[in-house]
């Protein structure tokens, strides 16, 4: 008897969890940093990892990476969504309490995470003044906000 083997592609289902892994290592360290950039980067990886479990389940092998492809991709989209979200909420409480108008003119791009401020701001903290401003800003901001959490009653 001869024995005959068939060349039949099945995926890599253990590649599979590590990249998606890997994109939810990216959405979740880097996401708040970069915006809907390493939203995106994540969410290509999370694809990756899906595609190569369901090329794996196809022989019988694989759900695992199908899981956490999924997984991966619904949280790449998640924290770009809730990243975004955080920034105009910041940007909209720095513009409300009129404490922080310098703070409030870098957040004009709130996609590009705090990366995206910092390039906003990178010509004008060359200057110490400006960087001290800022920080003056940011103080009082952070108790502005203090001061609001005070003043509304809890829900509870």
Do not use: W
């Amino acid at each position: 008897m001869s024995t005959v083997y068939v060349n039949v592609k099945s995926g890599h289902p253990v590649a599979g969890v590590i990249i998606a892994l890997l994109s939810i290592a990216v959405s979740v360290l880097l996401t708040l940093l970069f915006g809907v950039i390493a939203g995106a980067v994540a969410g290509l990886l999370g694809l990756l990892a899906l595609s190569l479990g369901v090329k794996a389940r196809r022989c019988g092998r694989g759900l695992g990476a199908i899981i956490c492809g999924v997984l991966a991709i619904v949280l790449a989209v998640t924290m770009s969504i809730g990243s975004v979200d955080m920034m105009k909420h910041l940007k909209e409480t720095a513009d409300r309490s009129g404490v922080a108008p310098t703070f409030s003119r870098y957040m004009n791009n709130p996609y590009f995470g705090i990366v995206g401020v910092a390039a906003n701001a990178s010509e004008d903290l060359k200057n110490t003044d400006t960087a001290a401003t800022i920080q003056k800003e940011l103080d009082a901001l952070n108790n502005y906000a203090n001061e609001s959490a005070k003043a509304s009653p809890s829900v509870g």
